[in-house]
């Protein structure tokens, strides 16, 4: 945030590069959790910059939408900020709603000026009606509208799976990234060279994951990316460990010198 903060100062004073003129505006743009970091935004202090040198704020909430937060309204709901203190929120249909498409939430001028403006609005077709009533359905699931309490079961139980899924991985000696709560796990490989021998070796035990590197990370910080969901089961879980473990051996990627004790988890 220190170094956001300089950058934004530096662009009211310096203005643009050539001519030294004024930015019309100074757009900031964040995920919500970030899709290779794990890591969790810091929405607070982000608003508060915000509000301190009248900037705009951009939150893109794919990976965080109801997957966070004590209702699943993702980053917002997790730190317990107002909606309205963001300009434009965006997030995806295709993660936690199992759908397609997606979306973007803003004042309704700026959303009349995209319908007006957008390339993809203008040119791409509707929704089909049977993704539009998936997208209906899980969000009055999430939401409790449902007249159950399957929502928020869920959104515990994805917080449970992620806490346990952590621990395990720090235990074995795997070097994870993010926060504790993203359901992201970034497990770092470090070597690009170790790629593709590790999601090798975890398709031969029955476990699919993404293994990502350059130019998606820097060249030096290769890694694989599990996503984990409310439907894995703890045995679900405890299987998927123990081929990760194997093969983090094989090819020599739980660099951890400061593993836990090995004791209980609680799941």
Known sequence: MKDLEVKIRDAIVEGQPRTHRPWKKIIII??????????????PALISL??????????????SIGA????????????????????????T?????????????????LISHLRMNCHSFMCATSMSAPIVEQILMAMQIIMGKDGTDDGIKRIQQLRRNTHYFRKKLK??????????????????????????????QLLKGGIATVGVG????????????FCISASHTKEMLDKALDVVE???????VNYSKKRRSQEEVIY
């Not at 915000?50 to 990976?63: G, N, Q, S, T």
């Not at 980053?75 to 434009?88: E, N, S």
């Not at 990370?217 to 290769?222: D, M, R, V």
């Open 50 to 63: 915000k509000k301190k040198y009248r900037c705009y704020l951009y939150v893109d909430e794919a990976h």
């Open 30 to 43: 964040v995920e919500g959790i970030y899709s290779m970091e794990g890591t969790i935004v810091n929405l």
């Open 246 to 252: 194997t093969a983090g051996r094989l090819i020599m």
């Open 171 to 200: 235990q074995k000696g795997f070097i994870i990234y993010g926060n504790e709560d993203s359901p992201i796990v970034p497990l770092m490989l470090y070597f690009p060279s170790k790629i593709a021998e590790f999601i090798r």
């Open 214 to 225: 350059f130019p998606a990370t820097t060249l030096t910080t290769a890694r694989a990316r």
């Open 68 to 91: 966070i937060g004590a209702r699943g309204g993702g980053v917002t709901d997790y730190f317990g900020c107002d909606p309205k203190d963001i300009d434009l929120l965006m997030g």
């Open 93 to 109: 249909f295709t993660k936690s709603f199992a759908a397609a498409g997606g979306y973007i939430g803003g004042s309704k001028k």
